[in-house]
């Protein structure tokens, strides 16, 4: 069940992971690679296609208070999106650190969605239970990065997450 489903997860942003296609996990390894970070964050709904390569999951992290569904995306949506990209970031200068990230973004098939959720506390709305803690987030899209050999990319900010 996705956390959009879920009344105690609000939507909070989306960000992308961007690969080529050739670099598209396993769910096993995905399974196993966010495993090492520990009990921390739980995996739940790990779908694979018939191959067993990742089609979605969820990953919840009640210590931080945050949930994110995560979802292969392939065809004319992706293209269209990363077309728009690629101009961009032709047109920007890069400095010499971030330009291997930008090539690895701008050589990009495929992506993973990244739906960004905070858990809502049964608190009354007066409580501040603080902000939503980011980290999960952090290390989860650096992991799926590094396992598909692509790049984390917030869509809101347009920039490379390095």
Known sequence: MSLFANS????????????????R???ADVKRALAELGSRIEVQELTADPEGYLESLTVVSHADA????????????????LAELRQQWK????????????????????????YHFEEVSDFSED??????????????????????HGEAFDPQSGEIMQ
């Open 91 to 114: 047109r920007r200068p890069a400095e010499p650190r971030e330009r291997a990230h930008l090539e690895r973004a701008l050589a990009a098939e495929v992506r993973f969605d990244v």
């Open 127 to 148: 409580e501040d239970d603080g902000p939503l803690d980011p980290g999960t987030l952090l290390l989860v899209l650096g992991k799926l990065a590094r396992l598909c």
């Open 66 to 81: 945050a949930g994110m569904d995560i979802t292969y995306v392939d065809g004319p949506e992706v293209r269209e999106q």
């Open 25 to 27: 996990p396993k769910a």
């Open 8 to 23: 105690r997860y609000q939507w909070r942003e989306t960000y992308f992971v961007l690969f080529q296609r050739k670099h």
